[in-house]
């Protein structure tokens, strides 16, 4: 059972425009979420994070927006660029301080110039 | 240079074979992972070390083993019981638990 969805295998967006890559989330004890970039052949690098007692985190042209009520989180990329075009993972923990990951499946963003 | 190194970068492996995955770091983070990747899978965590001679099972742990014997080190084997090991390794450290640091990865294949 997927505790961490993100149901958009791929998106495509035009340079300059906003991005918005979707996450869902079914475990109730998850508090903490992050995002993690992923260019083929490489590791993931870590982009953002958010804590369940915020609804927004804001890094430059990242923003996170959690809905806990929904259960539902969302990154916004603003403006989009080309080498943004990367798989983006989503992922929950049940505190900051947990040891545990739990990732989604990735969306691919293609920025297309 | 702060990092994680992970080698080889590509691994292949005959059936039947255990095979060793090597992942050092040099951020003086104390815990350690291991993940795998699978195409159009999310990573999946197979081990996890938060100190010195401790290791957890994640959610895949079989057919693998680990050891943490330093702080910098925590490889990874692959015996012969893993049924797919073909696959992308990722191995990660954080200070805390949470913001892990990947290292560049080791693809497996078995031949």
Redesign the interface.
């Given at each position: 059972d997927q505790q961490?969805k993100?149901n958009s295998?791929s998106l495509s967006v035009q340079e300059g425009r906003i991005s918005i890559l979707n996450c869902d989330y079914t475990n109730s004890m998850f508090d903490?979420f992050?995002w993690?970039k992923k260019y083929p052949?490489?590791?993931?690098?870590?982009l953002i994070?958010i804590s369940s007692i915020k609804d927004k985190n804001e890094d430059g042209r990242f923003t996170v927006f959690l809905n806990k009520s929904a259960k539902h989180l969302s990154l916004h990329i603003v403006p989009s660029q080309p080498g943004d075009s990367a798989v983006y993972?989503c992922?929950a923990?049940s505190?900051?301080?947990?040891?545990?990951?739990t990732?989604?499946?990735?969306t691919k963003l293609s920025v297309i110039p | 240079d702060g990092g994680i190194t992970q080698s080889p970068k590509y691994l292949f492996r005959k059936e039947g074979q255990n095979v060793t995955l090597s992942c050092e770091q040099n951020l003086n983070h104390d815990a350690m992972y291991w993940y795998r990747q699978d195409p159009g899978q999310g990573l999946r965590l197979i081990y996890y070390s938060q100190i010195v001679n401790d290791f957890q099972k994640g959610d895949i742990a079989e057919g693998y083993s680990v050891s943490r014997e330093k702080k910098e080190s925590f490889p990874l084997t692959v015996t012969s019981a893993q049924k797919n090991p073909t696959a992308f390794y990722l191995c990660a450290s954080s200070p805390r638990g949470a913001e892990a640091f990947f290292g560049q990865g080791t693809r497996l294949t078995v031949v």
């Amino acid at each position: 059972d997927q505790q961490v969805k993100q149901n958009s295998p791929s998106l495509s967006v035009q340079e300059g425009r906003i991005s918005i890559l979707n996450c869902d989330y079914t475990n109730s004890m998850f508090d903490y979420f992050l995002w993690y970039k992923k260019y083929p052949a490489e590791g993931p690098t870590f982009l953002i994070s958010i804590s369940s007692i915020k609804d927004k985190n804001e890094d430059g042209r990242f923003t996170v927006f959690l809905n806990k009520s929904a259960k539902h989180l969302s990154l916004h990329i603003v403006p989009s660029q080309p080498g943004d075009s990367a798989v983006y993972f989503c992922a929950a923990t049940s505190g900051a301080g947990s040891y545990q990951l739990t990732f989604g499946k990735g969306t691919k963003l293609s920025v297309i110039p | 240079d702060g990092g994680i190194t992970q080698s080889p970068k590509y691994l292949f492996r005959k059936e039947g074979q255990n095979v060793t995955l090597s992942c050092e770091q040099n951020l003086n983070h104390d815990a350690m992972y291991w993940y795998r990747q699978d195409p159009g899978q999310g990573l999946r965590l197979i081990y996890y070390s938060q100190i010195v001679n401790d290791f957890q099972k994640g959610d895949i742990a079989e057919g693998y083993s680990v050891s943490r014997e330093k702080k910098e080190s925590f490889p990874l084997t692959v015996t012969s019981a893993q049924k797919n090991p073909t696959a992308f390794y990722l191995c990660a450290s954080s200070p805390r638990g949470a913001e892990a640091f990947f290292g560049q990865g080791t693809r497996l294949t078995v031949v």
